[in-house]
């Protein structure tokens, strides 16, 4: 019994997410081709929905470096992720009130592949400073798309800044804990027929 126990605490801690946090700083300001993978971090690749327009900017809208989704249109920001994660955070800016209206959001949808596995929005509070964090916690996902826009989700006219792109992986469990599991699970299946 107590060794099913142990062998299950050590595949849990196996299983423990591993965050990563992209914040652009290793990265040459500049235009950046779709598909973009951060020299900060490696596990999520970054394109812009409309165009090819994505900049590593660095300006007070983010802090040192950020990443921006030029032009002035309907663009999103899409994320695909190398592995599943379960947990997205990122820091926005230039939510600029030149371009906004009050009760403008930002929006964060999560995927896995195509289908909308859940999503959230932030009220910007339209100061133009990269002083807004929006995060998701829950189902696993391995895609997301982030944008401004209006109370309902239709995209402004407003250039997306994004710094400190934050998000967990989760590890498949090693043999080694996988094959304690296996004899934790054997030993609580003789300790059963014993009885
Ligand atoms: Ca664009
Ligand atoms: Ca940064
Ligand atoms: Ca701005
Ligand atoms: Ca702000």
């Known amino acids: 019994m107590r060794l099913a126990f142990?062998?299950?605490?050590?595949?849990?801690?196996?299983?423990?997410?591993?965050?990563?946090?992209i914040d652009f700083e290793a990265d040459t300001t500049g235009n950046k081709a779709n598909g973009f993978v951060s020299a900060s971090g490696?596990?999520?690749?970054?394109?812009?929905?409309?165009?090819?327009n994505l900049i590593v900017y660095s300006d007070s809208e983010a802090i040192g470096k950020g990443l921006a989704v030029f032009?002035?249109?309907?663009?999103?920001?899409?994320?695909?992720?190398?592995?599943?994660?379960?947990?997205?955070?990122?820091?926005?800016?230039n939510d600029d009130p030149c371009c906004s209206d009050v009760g403008d959001r930002a929006w964060l949808v999560l995927y896995d592949g195509v289908v909308v596995v859940d999503s959230v929005?932030?009220?910007?509070?339209?100061?133009?400073?990269?002083n807004q964090t929006i995060s998701y916690s829950g189902t696993a996902f391995n895609g997301?798309?982030?944008?401004?826009?209006?109370?309902?989700?239709?995209?402004?006219?407003?250039?997306?800044?994004?710094?400190?792109?934050?998000?967990?992986?989760?590890?498949?469990?090693?043999?080694?804990?996988?094959?304690?599991?296996?004899?934790?699970?054997?030993?609580?299946?003789?300790?059963?027929?014993?009885?």
């Open 144 to 195: 997301a798309l982030f944008w401004y826009g209006d109370a309902g989700g239709t995209p402004i006219a407003l250039i997306e800044i994004v710094d400190n792109v934050t998000f967990n992986v989760a590890e498949t469990p090693e043999p080694a804990s996988l094959a304690l599991l296996g004899a934790g699970l054997l030993g609580l299946a003789g300790l059963r027929r014993r009885r």
């Open 42 to 52: 490696a596990g999520v690749s970054f394109t812009d929905t409309s165009g090819a």
């Open 121 to 130: 929005s932030v009220a910007m509070n339209q100061d133009d400073l990269p």
């Open 6 to 21: 142990a062998a299950a605490a050590l595949l849990l801690a196996s299983a423990t997410a591993q965050a990563a946090v």
């Open 71 to 93: 032009d002035d249109d309907a663009s999103r920001l899409r994320m695909d992720f190398s592995a599943y994660a379960t947990e997205l955070s990122l820091v926005f800016g």
